[in-house]
């Protein structure tokens, strides 16, 4: 053990010295002695923090000065930049997309092969992002294959070795052989010389990462199968330091409590405590095609805290144990929301997504799915098992269905109160999982839960809604507005007018809003570029807090039950019910007006037809008599010299 390389708590150590009760390091770097005590760096080693470093052999980095090699580095930078901004670079459409944006960019006459930029990528991480060393990494094989024939020989690699059913060495060379003597491949590799043979061939098979083989050539299901692993043992010293979290779909349907309709199949989300081994919480989901929805996560969550009350579905008592340290969660669509990540932000925990249809790495979840499947739902009745074949299965499910949803929440809370909490479990060496979170109790302090009412105003979906100016957020033809939301709306405005953004004001004022179908009193709305939000209250005031959707619309379907809905009318024209109106009688003799052209104007005959229409009675008036000279306006006197004052 003495002079091994260990890497502990982040640092690179060597072991100087090592006793049955301590082991003395020294750091690489700062040459640092650190004594550890035998109990120390043994639970550092279980916990990952102490770790046992293999020696790399030495490879001597020359900088790279030849102008050739130094394009080269920069082509493979910009790709494996590229990738890593894009995320996700073990996704074959994320590749794709990387490849096609550089080679587009930088104009590259022969971009890379997916699989070829995935494995540069590995060596690229494995090298610590050191492009240098990538480049100039040494090859041993039997006889050195460099420079053009390789990318050639790895091109053919990836176009007929990594597909499916591609597994064939033989009928490999034999493509290889014959693609390299094609005048196009010459041209475009500058390809020279005889092909390599078929052993040099057969050691850049075994250089290839076998699960990638393995995936590309029988399916991803088949290679997580086949190199599934689980080399350490899950250790906890806490309830709540680790909650496994997971969904389950059941073929089983059930039936509402009311009207007896079929309702759908469910899908069953539990939360399991590693440590005590206790069920922490659920939520249920039901519909014809159920999906695995955030809300339904933040249910479950938000169950796991609650304090469990007596509703007469069990007897014995199920505890709580606050909120819990860690969450572990599959990358399913409604684990790796939005929603979800901010509702464990609010609970103060962390919540960790392993790789998907990898049971291994929750292996706790798994096995309670199974034994609850065994326990309980063999002995519901609709119950119909696994099964692979599923055409016309709905309609299977829905002719078994005879438990109605409340019926099936109260077997589930009976079960895992009154049976399972209560049974000997092996994994706990015969204690039951209530034993022994009572005998955790005596030195665990459970971690507080926030306030249950802003947890609540972030249980919902996400929606994106426009702000309307008079009736506020409309969602499922209910309208939310408040002062608040209307100041929130001119703020937007107002943001977005300085800052010159040519969106039309409906995309200026779009917000993230979060609805609970099972209270609709309220919606949540998520303030943009601020981790702030708004409560707020439907306009409709006699809708009470706590109803749900269903309700709501049930109460409106009821208020119409046995009313005819009124046929549309169109009121009728009155117009045949009254005579043509008279046609009036001329209230003057005088002639009507009419508009005069102002090269048609005359003043001196305007105002003798003023006076005829004016005077037309002469006994009761002045007589006048009018001029006949043409009136013409006065000739100012311009003889008088202007004087200086005014």
Not at 141 to 158: E, N, S, Y
Not at 200 to 222: C, H
Not at 247 to 275: K, P, Q, S
Request: positive net charge; proline residues 5%.
């Amino acid at each position: 053990m003495k002079g091994m390389l260990l890497s502990y708590d982040g640092d690179e150590h060597i072991v100087r010295n090592a006793e049955p009760d301590y082991m003395i390091l020294e750091n690489t770097l700062t040459h640092e002695p650190r004594m550890l005590k035998t109990e120390v760096w043994s639970l550092a080693y279980q916990e990952g923090m102490l770790t046992v470093t293999e020696k790399d052999n030495t490879v001597a980095i020359h900088p790279i000065t030849d102008a050739k090699q130094l394009l080269e580095a920069e082509r493979w930078l910009a790709y494996l930049n590229e990738l890593e901004v894009c995320g996700s670079p073990g996704s074959m459409d994320t590749r794709l997309q990387a490849i096609e944006l550089v080679s587009a960019r930088i104009n590259d006459p022969n971009p890379p092969h997916q699989m070829k930029l995935y494995r540069m990528h590995q060596k690229w991480l494995k090298k610590s992002k050191n492009i240098q060393a990538v480049l100039n990494t040494k090859r041993t094989r039997t006889k050195p294959v460099i420079g053009k024939q390789l990318d050639f020989a790895m091109g053919i690699i990836d176009e007929h070795y990594l597909v499916e059913h591609g597994g064939n060495r033989s009928a490999l060379y034999r493509t290889y052989k014959q693609a390299f003597y094609l005048d196009v491949n010459q041209r475009k590799y500058e390809l020279s010389g005889s092909p390599m043979s078929k052993t040099s061939l057969d050691n850049l098979l075994d250089e290839l990462d076998p699960f990638q083989v393995t995936a590309a050539q029988k399916g991803l299901d088949a290679a997580r199968a086949l190199f599934r692993d689980s080399n350490e043992k899950i250790i906890t010293y806490y309830p709540g330091e680790r909650v496994e979290i997971d969904a389950v779909h059941l073929n089983l349907g059930v039936r509402c409590d009311e009207t007896g309709e079929y309702l759908g199949r469910i899908v069953l989300f539990l939360a399991i405590d590693v440590h005590t081994r206790c069920v922490l919480g659920y939520s249920i989901v039901h519909g014809t095609n159920p999906s695995e929805s955030a809300e339904a996560v933040i249910n479950l969550l938000r169950h796991v805290v609650s304090p469990k009350a007596k509703n007469g579905n069990y007897h014995n008592d199920w505890h709580s144990i606050g909120v819990p340290s860690c969450f572990h969660a599959d990358n399913g669509a409604g684990f790796i929301s939005e929603s979800v990540l901010r509702f464990c932000a609010m609970l103060n925990t962390d919540l960790h997504r392993s790789e998907s249809k990898k049971s291994q790495r929750r292996p706790f979840i798994e096995r309670f799915n199974r034994t609850l499947r065994e326990q309980l739902l063999t002995k519901i009745p609709g119950y119909l098992g696994k099964r692979i074949d599923e055409k016309n299965f709905n309609k299977t499910v829905e002719a078994a269905a005879v438990v109605t949803l409340s019926e099936f929440t109260r077997y589930l809370e009976e079960y895992i109160a009154d049976y399972y909490h209560q049974n000997p479990h092996k994994g706990l060496d015969g204690l039951s999982p209530a034993q022994k979170l009572s005998q955790c109790k005596k030195d665990f302090y459970p971690r507080p839960v926030p306030n249950l009412a802003k947890l609540d105003a972030l249980i919902g979906a996400t929606y994106e809604r426009t702000i309307q100016a008079t009736h506020g957020i409309q969602i499922e033809n209910l309208h939310y507005h408040s002062t608040e939301l209307k100041n929130l709306r001119f703020k937007l405005l107002q943001k977005k007018r300085k800052s010159k953004d040519r969106k039309t004001s409906s995309d200026k004022t779009k917000v993230k809003v979060i609805f609970n179908a099972r209270d609709i009193s309220t919606i949540t709305v998520l303030v943009p570029g601020k981790m702030e939000m708004l409560v707020v209250p439907l306009r409709d005031k006699t809708v009470a807090p706590g109803t749900s959707l269903v309700e709501y619309q049930a109460q409106k379907q009821a208020a119409k039950r046995g009313v005819k809905p009124p046929v549309p009318r169109t009121f009728p024209s009155k117009h045949g019910a009254h005579p043509k109106p008279k046609k009036g009688k001329k209230s003057s003799n005088a002639p009507k007006s009419k508009v005069v052209d102002s090269t048609d104007y005359c003043t001196q005959v305007t105002l003798d037809e003023g006076i005829g229409r004016l005077a037309q009675d002469d006994t009761k008036r002045t007589s006048v008599q009018t001029s006949t000279s043409v009136l013409e306006p006065p000739i100012p006197d311009y003889s008088r010299e202007l004087s200086g004052g005014r």
